[in-house]
């Protein structure tokens, strides 16, 4: 399969603190982006970094990337109660992208 | 950012008939277009990528003859689900690229939701 794995698979936190999502991914790539998803919607691009970036910040998101480890992880910093949704890390091969499974975060008021 | 529009965005048929799905890029032209399903819960898997002009190339296991993608103009792709059956069921979501002005980033339009009786 090209899809990446996520973990964890469910992310269950309280307001304010942070979230980390994990993704791994099994080819080389061009880049890695990160996208949200709030449920039965489209996707939300949050952040891309490049395959010589080794970590970005975006607001409260901070993404780092191993490319050796073939991993990247997402950081949501002081969450918020919006931020409830699924996200999913899309690796770049050529012209596709492929999607990891996925975490889906709940943030508890 | 650019806008990508589907149509329609929910649609109940029963099991046989065809249904045709628009993906609109509403103000960029898109000479790539993409189409992914996603199953309830689970993540987005890459269909289908729809080429301007020319025929579109399926991923492995994806059928061909039962999702056929025409994509006739720089801003319209389309996926026709022939002869649906209820495990045809899911959340078709289309993506296009704006490689005029140089963007890397795919615009993802709000999804279909597809329920087969």
């Known amino acids: 399969s090209q899809q990446g794995e996520e973990d964890p698979q469910a992310l269950s936190i309280q307001e304010g603190e942070n979230a980390t999502m994990n993704c791994s991914y099994k080819?080389?790539?061009?880049?890695l982006q990160w996208y949200r998803q709030n449920s039965g919607r489209g996707l939300v691009h949050l952040i891309l970094i490049r395959s010589n970036e080794r970590e970005k910040h975006s607001g409260r998101l901070r993404v780092t990337l191993d490319t050796s480890k073939k991993s990247s992880s997402l950081l949501i910093t002081a969450s918020r109660a919006a931020d409830t949704a699924s996200y999913f890390c899309a690796t770049e091969r050529g012209n596709q992208f492929y999607f990891g499974t996925g975490t889906s975060l709940t943030v508890i008021p | 950012g650019a806008v990508v529009s589907q149509h329609p965005s929910r649609v109940i048929c029963k099991s046989g008939t065809s249904v045709k799905i628009e993906c609109r890029s509403l103000d960029f032209q898109a000479t790539t277009m993409f189409w992914y399903r996603q199953f309830p819960k689970q993540s987005l898997m890459l269909m289908a990528t729809s080429n301007e002009g020319s025929k579109a190339t399926y991923e492995q296991g994806v059928e061909k003859d039962k999702f056929l993608i025409n994509h006739a103009s720089l801003t319209l792709s389309t996926l026709t689900v022939t002869s649906a059956h209820p495990e045809d069921s899911s959340f078709y979501i289309c993506s296009a690229r704006d490689w005029v002005s140089g963007s890397n980033e795919q615009f993802f339009g709000p999804g279909t939701r597809l329920t087969v009786l």
């Open positions: 080819t080389s790539i061009n880049n």
